[in-house]
């Protein structure tokens, strides 16, 4: 009964083309959502996710990815980098990480990870959409029953199963 609910709430299987992405490129991200062809978040991921159809959401998704250029290497920006303290207004001076700058240091260290052929997580779907910006091609995710593993494929070592993940009955369980 979950599985039936889940797919009419928050994804229509049975929408025409389902599964064939390249139907959707002329189609914007809200359109979409209104057909629910992908979730209708970029927070948390939806009650009832299942990484089959995480996978299918991902490969839609990954159409509306404008990447960075080679020269970027990291998530940054202007206010970026800890400065310490930050004048505030009237009153006392905020002293510290903004929120953007502690956001940025975690995807910073996510790439880092990845790059190095590690295994890390993610646990909100827009932190996966800033990681495919850098690896739109190589990024690699597994959903998990409330987060993702994210990792690099490499061309010369594809990987169905990563180091860590257990096989059974012909499946796989993070």
């Known amino acids: 009964m979950e599985q039936n609910l889940y797919n009419q709430k928050y994804y229509n299987t049975n929408y025409p083309g389902f599964g064939s992405e390249t139907k959707y490129k002329n189609m914007s991200i809200e359109e979409l959502r209104q057909i629910k062809v992908i979730s209708n978040t970029d927070g948390r991921p939806p009650k009832g996710l299942t990484n089959d159809k995480w996978q299918a959401e991902f490969n839609i998704r990954k159409l509306f990815i404008h990447p960075y250029g080679s020269e970027t290497t990291k998530l940054g920006g202007k206010y970026s980098r800890e400065a310490g303290t930050w004048n505030t207004g009237p ?84």
């Open 91 to 174: 009153g006392k001076p905020y002293v510290g990480c903004t929120n953007w700058q502690s956001y940025c240091s975690f995807i910073n260290d996510i790439l880092k990870n990845i790059r190095n052929g590690q295994i890390d997580y993610c646990y909100y779907i827009y932190q996966i959409m800033h990681l495919a910006k850098f690896h739109k091609e190589t990024l690699k995710t597994r959903y998990c029953d409330g987060y993702w593993e994210v990792w690099l494929e490499s061309p010369s070592q594809p990987t169905p199963a990563r180091p860590g993940t257990i096989m059974f009955n012909g499946g796989t369980k993070c």
